[in-house]
Structures are given as C-alpha cells and as structure tokens.
C-alpha cells in the first residue's frame, strides 16, 4: 500500500489512545484516507486489539477509513464501569472516537464489522437506538464475521456448541459463581500467553494446525499478496494476543456480556434498522466461532450467510469477496 493511496502498513499497526469522557481510555488503530466519507468500524475478537495494517483491495479500491478499536477491558483500553451496561458503554465509547476523527461529522456512510466476540458490539451498534448511538443514522450495512447470538432470546443456544464454546460461554459460567470457570481459563492458558513464543504456539494449536490443504493454499496467497511470511504473519497476530492480555477484565465478563441484554431483540427492530444489509460470514469447520449464525440469519430481516470452507480466520482469505457483495448490497 503506498503512502501517495492514505494506506500505510506501519501507520495501520500504530495503537493511539483516546481519553474519554468518563476518565476511561479507549485503544484504537486505523487506516485510509482520514478525510474519506466511508467509514468501517472493525471490531477484533477474543485476544485480539485494534490493528489495522492491511486491508483488502475492495476496500482500498472504494476508499475507505478503515478504524479498529479495541475492545473494553482488553489491551490497553480501561475497563468500563459495571454501572452501565455494556452495550451503552460500545455506543458512548464509538461516538467518542467518531466525534473525535471526524468533529464536522463529514462522512456519509458508516459499515460495522467484527469477528468472533467482536461481533457482540458490531451487533449492539447496528440494532442502538439514534438516541443512544446517533452515528447509526448512518449505518449502511454489517458483516459479522464468525458470529454470536444474543442469548437473551436465543434460549436453545447450547444445542448448536462445541464443548470448548460450552464451557467458554454457556450455562456453566453462568450457573458456578465467582467467574470461576474463566478464573480457571485464565490460569491454565493465560499462563501460556505472556510472550510471543507462547502466544505462537497456542495459535498453531487453536488454527494454523488445523488448517486442511485447500485452507493452506489459501494462506499462502493471502501471504504472497501481503508480502508475508507464515511465521511473520502468525508473529504478528501472537503480538495482539500478548497486548490484549495487558488487561483480563475484558474476557472475564465475556459470558455475562453475551447473555445481557444488547438493548434491543434483533427480529422487533423497527424498519429503517432492519433494513440495513447484513451479511453473516461463516466457515465449513470453524469450532471456535459461527456456532449461532443461522440464529442470525433468521433473526435479523436483512440477513443473509456466506459460508466459506476453512476453518476459524478463512473469511480472512475472502475479504474481497465479503465487502464486494457488502459494497454491493448499498
């Protein structure tokens, strides 16, 4: 990506920090052109931060301002405060951070996106109230990739989970007191996360060892294209895993923030929200992810899934296609 385009890889993987009204901060990356009217809020999964250094070539051909913040609780970002519920905290924190890149309010659309646990507040934004959120006028559409289901209404979700989701964010962690199945997590695995070499080795464990032939045909491409190396590009996703482990706060009340209350049940959203286009991106062999997507699309009037072969990141390989159909769609 050339300086002359507004996207730049070193600039994409630079964290900033906002300080907030509240006296809390919020991490944040971002590329594009900071003056470009598209915007897309991309929110990062469990152990993951805000980055942002490369983007596909659909979003770099229509232009956008790609902003990827970091999650509350998780990274450098504060913790937000028990006394408001989560989704509030998304919808204040991300018109902060609007307000702040863009004072005039000079953007016409604005697209949501997330992965995995990101898909919580990309769904929280999409379905908030313009009280709560005014950005959402502008909300053109939302890609969810490898998504959740609020479990509020979603009642039968344990049915569809692997064992691993079970006991990550089931009926467990919400029946043993004291948050004691993450206390347990955080012991057993958080020890192996602290450095690089650990948080690289418990990703060949979760994904890369995984991967079937044709998924690895796939990331050598996605790899030549970026000018990548394996080992750089899993180096560099050990390194977000070892930042977002500065604060535990975040995956602590992943349970609890799954099973709130989002403000809003996906298939009562009034017209003008429910209108807006929805893609839901699933993978053949994902089983750390997607489990409640065809919950989504049923719930959610404008929805409609992708499912890609590959496991838990293969959406990743078809980034272009995802954001062409998104583009598309608006």
């Not at 908030?128 to 006028?137: D, I, M, N, T, V």
């Not at 007191?177 to 192996?192: E, I, T």
Request: aromatic share 12%; proline share 6%; net charge negative.
């Amino acid at each position: 990506m050339a300086m002359n385009t507004g996207y730049d890889i070193v600039a994409g993987h630079t964290e900033h920090i906002l300080s907030l009204p509240d006296n809390r901060q919020l991490a944040y990356a971002h590329n594009g052109p900071a003056t470009s009217r598209t915007i897309i809020i991309y929110f990062p999964g469990l152990f993951g931060v805000g980055t942002a250094p490369r983007l596909n070539q659909e979003c770099v051909a229509a232009g956008v301002h790609w902003i990827s913040p970091t999650l509350p609780g998780m990274g450098n970002c504060s913790t937000r405060p028990k006394s408001v519920p989560y989704h509030v905290t998304i919808a204040r924190d991300i018109t902060a951070l609007l307000a702040h890149l863009y004072p005039t309010d000079a953007y016409d659309k604005l697209y949501l996106a997330g992965g995995s646990y990101g898909t919580v507040a990309a769904q929280m934004l999409y379905g908030a109230s313009y009280e709560l959120f005014p950005p959402g006028r502008k909300v053109a559409g939302c890609v969810l990739n490898a998504g959740f289901s609020p479990l509020k209404y979603h009642t039968d979700y344990a049915k569809g989970l692997s064992w691993g989701n079970y006991f990550s964010f089931g009926p467990p962690t919400q029946l043993i007191p004291f948050y004691g199945l993450q206390r347990l997590f955080k012991a057993v695995v958080g020890s192996k996360l602290h450095d690089v070499p650990g948080a690289k080795k418990f990703l060949h464990q979760v994904i890369f060892n995984k991967m079937d032939d044709d998924e690895k045909v796939h990331l050598k491409k996605y790899l030549e294209t970026n000018k990548l190396t394996e080992d750089q590009f899993i180096e560099e996703m050990a390194e977000c895993t070892v930042r977002c482990n500065n604060n535990w706060d975040g995956f602590m009340e992943v349970s609890d923030v799954i099973h709130s209350d989002w403000g809003f049940e996906p298939k009562a959203l009034d017209k003008e929200h429910a209108s807006k286009p929805m893609l839901v991106i699933g993978s053949e062999r994902d089983d750390i992810g997607g489990a409640t997507n065809n919950w989504l699309v049923e719930n959610y009037k404008s929805a409609r899934l992708r499912v890609f072969p590959g496991g838990h990141i293969s959406s990743l390989f078809h980034a272009d296609e995802i954001w062409n159909e998104m583009f598309g769609s608006t």
